[in-house]
Nanobody, 123 residues
Framework: QVQLVESGGGLAQAGKSLTLSCAASGRQFTINSMAWYRQAPGKQRELVAIIRSGDSTNYADSAKGRFTISRDNAKKSAYLQMERLEPEDTAVYYC?????????????????WGQGTQVTVSS
């Protein structure tokens, strides 16, 4: 099992910044990609940003130019720096990791989710 623990959410005023962190832990695994999703009340969960091995990234249109995803391979962590926040960014933000995990003498490719962290942006 791989655990993902998010931190850094909270309340921010519109125009301000927040940085989310996600730390992965487990026995033996390698990370293929890490991503941030968000889910606003009454809406489906949506991809915000993803970073893959080699550090290629993709962003939702709503995040382009304002959010930056990064990772620290040594710490098995990912970060989402959010700038110029808007009330529409209010949501629960979830960390996601696509991993190769060694278990029972073989490798398995699995996806894990964090518990989510609330981001609330006031106008």
């Amino acid at each position: 099992q791989v655990q993902l623990v998010e931190s850094g959410g909270g309340l921010a005023q519109a125009g301000k910044s927040l940085t989310l962190s996600c730390a992965a832990s487990g026995r033996q695994f390698t990370i293929n990609s890490m991503a941030w999703y968000r889910q606003a009340p009454g809406k489906q969960r949506e991809l915000v940003a993803i970073i893959r091995s080699g550090d290629s990234t993709n962003y939702a249109d709503s995040a382009k130019g304002r959010f930056t995803i990064s990772r620290d391979n040594a710490k098995k962590s990912a970060y989402l720096q959010m700038e110029r926040l808007e009330p529409e960014d209010t949501a629960v933000y979830y960390c996601n990791a696509d991993v190769d995990e060694f278990e029972d003498l073989r490798w398995y490719r699995r996806t894990y989710w964090g518990q989510g962290t609330q981001v609330t942006v006031s106008s």
